[in-house]
């Protein structure tokens, strides 16, 4: 028999959930009113991520700015010290191919792209809000603006205010939430990303550059005091500190992004009877760098997979288990030091001294370097002081 499945959400994890199981012949329907649309978020794709989805998305067409280096600076810090990522390839036809280490999409355009695919497919977009979730013996049961449906399995992908989280499974918590705010910058873009490291809140403020305009903000946890205003008013005092924003047309922004300690994650529930969380929804977003978009396209394959496999959703939840959270949890416990002032002020100085530690810091944005082996490769550096002094302080991680 045809698996019935309803996807809330039409983002990058609901919609390339969509695709595979499409591919496999199920009847697939995506409801989400407003999508594809732009989305508060630095908007970086990493190589891995562009990987995933090239089978189906032709990725050098894509509006997308290739970054070709980024710039750290902190507040303890007179350094500023760049870091290079990767430069622009050109394939043998001398055409722009886009680089395997960082890009920074339209993120309307990357999700229109990833929603074509998914329609071609076979997936059926329906332009409706659910409002209402509730699994019963028959199937699940969905309330949505266009009126009742129900459906023989669910895939929650609709964000860290996930209503399918909320009635199947539970809310976030305030305390595994960030708050994530800014501005968009129209008129101005680039090839440089900016981080500058803060310790009030823990954590920094980034420019990242789209094909249209600059994407700058900051990220602080949702408990942490401070409100979307005086965050918003640190980035603008950075701003105009650097000028970075300068001859731009500010558009503020504010959006939650699922931001779990080690115990969150140690206690997520991902599946259930007739239904999966996927992407921001299941909380998968890297604690440090709040990056979310690879994860998103990751758990959204394995979770059309397992149904198409005929699997029990907790087979889903425990391949999540073993191969994503595994990492997110090392990222949790890195957390708390990676953003101390002592630790931050070290890595401006390695960083600006380090040819070596410069290259481990592209990996890791670049999403090539795991948390699980980044001692042991700063510790292989050729700067083995500034790498043993590293190491030393994360002993504390």
Request: charged share 20%; glycine share 10%.
């Amino acid at each position: 028999m045809k698996i019935d499945v309803a996807i809330v959400g039409a983002g990058p994890a609901g919609a390339w959930a969509a695709y595979h199981l499409a591919r496999k012949g199920a009847r697939v329907r995506l409801f989400d009113p407003t999508h594809p649309r732009e989305k508060p978020c630095g908007g970086g794709v990493t190589g891995r991520a562009l990987a995933l989805v090239s089978r189906a998305v032709e990725v050098p067409k894509l509006p997308a700015s290739i970054i070709t280096h980024a710039r750290f600076s902190s507040s303890h810090s007179k350094q500023s010290p760049i870091v290079p990522l990767s430069a622009e390839p050109e394939n043998r036809a001398g055409t722009r191919t886009l680089a395997p280490g960082l890009v920074v999409a339209s993120r309307k355009e990357f999700d229109r792209a990833l929603l074509r695919a998914a329609q071609e497919a076979g997936a059926e977009l329906v332009t409706a809000r659910v409002v209402g979730v509730a699994v019963q013996s028959d199937g699940v049961h969905l309330e949505t603006t266009r009126g009742p449906v129900i459906a023989g399995f669910i895939i929650g992908a609709d964000g860290a205010n996930s209503l399918v989280r909320r009635r199947l499974s539970r809310p976030f918590r305030r305390s595994e939430l960030s708050i994530a705010t800014g501005y968009f910058v129209h008129g101005l873009s680039g090839r440089e990303i900016a981080i500058h490291l803060v310790a009030q809140p823990p954590g920094y403020i980034w420019s990242f550059p789209r094909p249209s305009h600059l994407a700058i903000g900051i990220c602080a946890q949702a408990d942490a005091g401070f409100t979307s205003l005086a965050l918003r008013e640190q980035t603008a005092a950075w701003m105009v500190k650097t000028a970075i924003a300068d001859g731009g047309r500010l558009e503020s922004y504010s959006w939650p992004v699922p931001s779990l300690d080690l115990d969150g994650f140690q206690q997520l529930k991902l599946s259930g009877d007739r239904w999966s969380l996927v992407g921001d929804a299941a909380g998968l977003v890297d604690p440090i760098t709040r990056e979310g978009i690879y994860f998103a396209l990751l758990s959204g394959e394995w979770a059309a997979d397992a149904l198409g496999a005929g699997a029990a959703a907790g087979s889903y939840a425990q391949r999540v288990r073993e191969e994503i959270l595994t990492e997110l949890s090392r990222a949790a416990r890195l957390k708390a030091t990676f953003f101390r002032p002592s630790f931050m002020t070290l890595l401006i100085h390695a960083l600006d001294r380090s040819a070596a530690i410069r290259d481990v810091m592209a990996d890791l944005i670049a999403g090539r370097q795991s948390y699980a082996g980044l001692k042991w490769r700063l510790l292989k550096t050729f700067e083995a002081r500034l790498a043993w002094r590293a190491v030393a302080d994360t002993e504390r991680w």
